[in-house]
């Protein structure tokens, strides 16, 4: 293959990854602060989710047109629009006296990460060659690994000391100095090429995605019974639907579902969307399980998170590694056996559950999960003949929102619902076993008490469903084989434009 003659362009390498480590970061810099930012902007917890849920709308809005703009634009344009969109969504985030100028702020930096994302990840896949790609992504891992891993922490101790909008201001000047960086290093030409969107196409993907994501997001504040929520999810899915069919009849699509006749690729989206829906349940519920009902500080929140997220840093060029030589299953089925059981665990909750016991709990969780998420969606990709990478890649990009998104929305509803049923019984409970009347204080103590309890109840619930979801990833993990790249074939390879290797010239 063409592409694996030239030397990798590792300039242009880590520019990128420079870029997506500041994306990374500050995603995971902003779920510790989520309580804060619930008291300092008086909203609850099915309102404030919109800071992560809004992130991953907007990407699962976008992310599929990324196929399209890796086509037609070259990496330096796209990479300085990404950046401009995100430094200026940082700023306005910052700057934020009201929720929606946060969510707002929150939504430009996300239309920013989604180019970003696709963009390394195609630049990876055509610079080095199937042998040594587990190695690459490997690498690439450990360095946007690295950004979960110092975030919480680095976002415990800034809002221990300082308000939350510090956040934002420590991550704007950061994000100018990469912008400026990719303005001056990026130097790659591309060709025109005529290439156009077809614009019934995004609208049709904003809708379908857009629907989806709003209505399981809708669920945690009005209800499944909700007509806001169920005519929104049914429109979602019939705009997808119609989407699918479109692009389908299509020579050049948007989004090309044709990779899906590849099986390979198709279980480990399966498998990723999966994975996806129960990693967000530890990355949502604990922060609020450590902080609301523990009292526990932003900094010791963060800090029980830092030990599994250095692991899932560290352990990323490892499994690269056994992936090039063992195959993507063995790491599969392992990682998921973990990740269910300790995911069981973590729905045995209690009020005085040790701070030692959380921690191990949640760095053997991330030891599980270091072994799943790089080397089958790499498995996956190896499958696919060159061109179809930009969709590739796009697709996993778009289901990896979608899903974490639909998990993120589906865990805060369980548990908003789950926690006003056993409020409801506790409270009924508690007043059959009152033997006089209670004052004012013991009431308000008890209301408290009451409060925290279902709280904790259906954190657990969530964390049970949680189980169940990674139970479905370990059983399709078994069905997994080590990936040989297909064939070109000739009736497609004329209707979709080749990926050149010029692409990755510096």
Same mark, same amino acid.
């Given at each position: 293959?063409?592409?694996?003659?030239?030397?990798?362009p590792?300039?242009m390498?880590?520019?990128?990854?420079?870029?997506a480590?500041?994306?990374?970061?500050?995603?995971?810099?902003?779920?510790?602060?989520l309580?804060?930012?619930?008291?300092?902007?008086?909203?609850?917890?099915?309102?404030?989710?919109?800071?992560?849920?809004?992130? !991953?709308?907007?990407?699962?809005?976008?992310?599929?047109?990324?196929?399209f703009?890796?086509q037609?634009?070259?990496?330096? &344009?796209?990479?300085?629009?990404?950046?401009? /969109?995100?430094?200026?969504?940082?700023?306005c985030?910052?700057?934020?006296?009201?929720?929606?100028?946060?969510?707002?702020?929150?939504?430009?930096?996300?239309?920013?990460?989604?180019?970003?994302?696709?963009?390394?990840m195609?630049?990876?896949?055509?610079?080095?060659?199937?042998?040594k790609?587990?190695?690459?992504?490997?690498?690439?891992? /450990?360095?946007?690994?690295?950004?979960?891993?110092?975030? %919480?922490?680095?976002?415990?101790?800034?809002?221990?000391?300082?308000?939350?909008?510090?956040?934002?201001?420590?991550?704007?000047?950061?994000a100018?100095?990469?912008?400026?960086?990719?303005?001056?290093?990026? &130097?790659?030409?591309?060709?025109?090429?005529?290439m156009?969107?077809?614009?019934?196409?995004?609208?049709?993907?904003?809708?379908?995605?857009?629907? /989806?994501?709003?209505g399981?997001?809708?669920?945690g504040d009005?209800?499944?019974?909700?007509?806001?929520?169920y005519?929104?999810?049914?429109i979602?899915a019939?705009?997808?639907?119609?989407?699918?069919?479109?692009q389908?009849?299509?020579?050049?699509?948007?989004?090309?579902?044709?990779?899906?006749?590849?099986?390979?690729?198709?279980?480990?989206?399966?498998?990723?969307?999966?994975?996806?829906?129960?990693?967000?349940?530890g990355?949502?519920?604990?922060?609020?399980?450590?902080?609301?009902i523990?009292?526990?500080?932003?900094?010791?929140?963060?800090?029980? /998170?830092?030990?599994?997220?250095?692991?899932?840093?560290?352990?990323?060029?490892?499994t690269?590694?056994?992936?090039?030589?063992?195959?993507?299953?063995?790491?599969?089925?392992?990682?998921?056996?973990?990740?269910?059981? #300790?995911?069981?665990?973590?729905?045995k909750?209690?009020?005085?559950?040790?701070?030692?016991?959380?921690?191990l709990?949640?760095?053997?969780?991330?030891?599980g =999960?270091s072994?799943?998420?790089? %080397?089958?969606? #790499?498995?996956?990709?190896?499958?696919? %003949?060159?061109?179809?990478?930009?969709?590739?890649?796009?697709?996993?990009?778009?289901?990896?929102?979608?899903?974490?998104a639909?998990?993120?929305?589906?865990?805060?509803?369980?548990?908003?619902? &789950?926690?006003?049923?056993?409020?409801?019984?506790?409270?009924?409970?508690?007043?059959?076993h009152?033997?006089?009347?209670?004052?004012?204080?013991? =009431?308000?103590? !008890?209301?408290?008490?009451?409060t925290?309890?279902?709280?904790?109840?259906?954190?657990?619930?969530?964390?049970?469903?949680?189980?169940g979801?990674a139970?479905?990833?370990?059983?399709?993990?078994f069905?997994?084989? &080590?990936?040989?790249?297909?064939?070109?074939?000739q009736?497609?390879?004329?209707?979709?434009?080749?990926?050149?290797?010029?692409?990755?010239?510096?």
């Amino acid at each position: 293959m063409e592409h694996t003659k030239q030397r990798p362009p590792y300039g242009m390498i880590i520019v990128l990854m420079i870029g997506a480590f500041i994306a990374f970061l500050n995603n995971t810099l902003l779920n510790i602060a989520l309580p804060s930012i619930m008291k300092d902007l008086d909203v609850g917890p099915s309102t404030v989710q919109w800071l992560t849920t809004g992130y !991953m709308l907007v990407n699962g809005i976008l992310i599929p047109t990324t196929a399209f703009l890796i086509q037609k634009y070259s990496v330096r &344009r796209l990479f300085l629009a990404a950046m401009i /969109l995100f430094t200026a969504g940082t700023i306005c985030a910052g700057l934020a006296n009201a929720f929606p100028v946060l969510l707002l702020g929150r939504m430009l930096q996300a239309s920013g990460s989604s180019i970003l994302m696709p963009v390394l990840m195609n630049v990876m896949l055509i610079s080095f060659p199937i042998e040594k790609r587990g190695v690459a992504m490997g690498i690439f891992g /450990l360095i946007l690994m690295f950004a979960p891993a110092i975030g %919480p922490t680095l976002s415990g101790w800034i809002i221990q000391h300082y308000e939350w909008r510090m956040l934002f201001h420590f991550v704007a000047p950061i994000a100018i100095v990469v912008l400026l960086v990719g303005f001056f290093m990026l &130097r790659d030409k591309k060709g025109k090429v005529d290439m156009h969107l077809d614009i019934l196409s995004l609208l049709l993907s904003s809708l379908g995605f857009g629907g /989806l994501l709003y209505g399981f997001s809708s669920a945690g504040d009005k209800g499944w019974s909700s007509p806001h929520v169920y005519v929104t999810l049914i429109i979602g899915a019939a705009a997808l639907l119609v989407f699918i069919i479109r692009q389908q009849k299509q020579e050049n699509p948007m989004l090309n579902f044709r990779v899906f006749k590849y099986p390979m690729f198709a279980l480990s989206s399966v498998i990723t969307m999966v994975v996806n829906m129960a990693l967000f349940s530890g990355m949502l519920l604990l922060p609020i399980y450590v902080q609301n009902i523990r009292g526990i500080s932003p900094l010791n929140a963060g800090l029980l /998170l830092l030990p599994g997220a250095i692991i899932m840093a560290f352990m990323s060029p490892v499994t690269g590694r056994l992936f090039d030589k063992f195959g993507g299953r063995v790491l599969a089925v392992l990682g998921l056996a973990i990740v269910t059981v #300790t995911t069981f665990m973590f729905s045995k909750l209690e009020m005085h559950t040790t701070y030692l016991h959380l921690i191990l709990l949640y760095s053997i969780r991330s030891f599980g =999960m270091s072994m799943v998420m790089m %080397p089958v969606s #790499t498995n996956g990709l190896n499958q696919l %003949p060159t061109r179809f990478y930009p969709h590739g890649t796009a697709m996993n990009n778009t289901l990896n929102q979608v899903s974490g998104a639909i998990g993120t929305a589906l865990l805060v509803t369980i548990m908003s619902t &789950r926690t006003k049923t056993h409020a409801t019984e506790l409270a009924k409970d508690a007043m059959a076993h009152l033997t006089s009347a209670p004052t004012k204080a013991s =009431m308000a103590e !008890m209301k408290q008490q009451i409060t925290l309890k279902a709280t904790l109840e259906g954190i657990n619930d969530a964390f049970l469903v949680a189980t169940g979801i990674a139970a479905v990833a370990f059983i399709l993990a078994f069905f997994i084989k &080590r990936a040989k790249q297909g064939e070109d074939d000739q009736t497609t390879s004329k209707a979709q434009p080749r990926q050149s290797a010029a692409l990755a010239k510096e």
